[in-house]
């Protein structure tokens, strides 16, 4: 069943952004708070009716989960998408126990082009935020907006090639956006200090190459970093459109082992 919208009255004193909340069944010590942000190549303004899949895998591992609708307000333009994002992540720092508890870890998490958001709000956090954010959680973010990888020749075979040229497009419309590094985070230079992340793509994913390589670039940099390559048995592509599918128990159990190892 879906969940319903918040849709805050005065956003100066309540989260920023329409929001809702999955909560987490798993029993866990200070339940993890994550802001989790949907993918949709930067394309689609209207808020998601059903549950987001990714989100719920999320709530399976224990997690509270928010839901920010970064979209209808930001019309899902550079910089502005990131603002935006920024902002949500700022009222969890300064507000968490609203939510969950103050101790409660604080992550980011995020599907597609909601995974590139995600990576780019953890840089910002990085930046502005120094230890507040424990971790990020990537699954399949459209990163590279080049979309020349070996990989993403796959793309048409599941009809995706003109949505993401298009969202790039659209996002990037900003003459600087597409060498900012929060609007790309695969051509960011500098990336140690980034939070702990986990990493998730597929043996079929058309944005597997980018994701491989960004998490090789985050170890690189010495952040920790844990990968996980689906098969291409488990209908993980389905989540470009919002379907569920084999993956997400598997998925949850990988989220709820990284949870587990960020606490100790």
């Given at each position: 069943m879906a969940r319903q919208w918040q849709i805050p009255e005065d956003r100066e004193r309540s989260f920023p952004l329409p929001y809702r909340v999955y909560e987490g069944k798993a029993e866990v010590r200070q339940q993890p708070l994550v802001l989790y942000l949907r993918g949709h190549a930067f394309l689609d303004q209207d808020r998601a009716v059903a549950d987001s899949p990714a989100a719920l895998a999320l709530a399976d591992a224990g997690a509270l989960v928010v839901e920010a609708d970064y979209s209808s307000d930001s019309g899902n333009v550079f910089p502005r998408t990131l603002e935006c994002g920024f902002g949500a992540l700022k009222y969890l720092v300064?507000?968490?126990?609203?939510?969950?508890?103050?101790?409660?870890p604080l992550l980011l998490a995020g599907d597609e082009a909601g995974g590139n958001l995600a990576a780019s709000l953890a840089l910002k956090a990085r930046d502005y935020m120094r230890d507040e954010l424990a971790g990020q959680v990537l699954l399949s973010p459209m990163i590279d907006p080049r979309m020349v990888t070996g990989s993403f020749n796959r793309a048409d075979a599941i009809g995706m090639r003109t949505r993401w040229s298009d969202g790039w497009s659209h996002y990037l419309a900003s003459a600087c956006?597409?060498?900012?590094?929060y609007a790309a985070p695969c051509l960011c230079s500098r990336l140690a200090?980034?939070?702990?992340?986990?990493?998730?793509?597929?043996?079929?994913?058309?944005l597997r190459d980018e994701t491989l390589d960004y998490a090789a670039r985050l170890e690189a940099a010495n952040v920790p970093v844990t990968t996980r390559i689906l098969p291409d048995t488990c209908g993980w592509t389905g989540i470009y459109s919002g379907q569920d599918g084999e993956w997400r128990s598997q998925v949850s159990a990988d989220i709820s082992r990284f949870l587990k190892e960020l606490s100790t």
């Amino acid at each position: 069943m879906a969940r319903q919208w918040q849709i805050p009255e005065d956003r100066e004193r309540s989260f920023p952004l329409p929001y809702r909340v999955y909560e987490g069944k798993a029993e866990v010590r200070q339940q993890p708070l994550v802001l989790y942000l949907r993918g949709h190549a930067f394309l689609d303004q209207d808020r998601a009716v059903a549950d987001s899949p990714a989100a719920l895998a999320l709530a399976d591992a224990g997690a509270l989960v928010v839901e920010a609708d970064y979209s209808s307000d930001s019309g899902n333009v550079f910089p502005r998408t990131l603002e935006c994002g920024f902002g949500a992540l700022k009222y969890l720092v300064a507000k968490r126990k609203r939510f969950a508890t103050a101790r409660s870890p604080l992550l980011l998490a995020g599907d597609e082009a909601g995974g590139n958001l995600a990576a780019s709000l953890a840089l910002k956090a990085r930046d502005y935020m120094r230890d507040e954010l424990a971790g990020q959680v990537l699954l399949s973010p459209m990163i590279d907006p080049r979309m020349v990888t070996g990989s993403f020749n796959r793309a048409d075979a599941i009809g995706m090639r003109t949505r993401w040229s298009d969202g790039w497009s659209h996002y990037l419309a900003s003459a600087c956006g597409y060498q900012h590094p929060y609007a790309a985070p695969c051509l960011c230079s500098r990336l140690a200090g980034v939070a702990p992340s986990l990493i998730v793509t597929s043996d079929d994913d058309p944005l597997r190459d980018e994701t491989l390589d960004y998490a090789a670039r985050l170890e690189a940099a010495n952040v920790p970093v844990t990968t996980r390559i689906l098969p291409d048995t488990c209908g993980w592509t389905g989540i470009y459109s919002g379907q569920d599918g084999e993956w997400r128990s598997q998925v949850s159990a990988d989220i709820s082992r990284f949870l587990k190892e960020l606490s100790t």
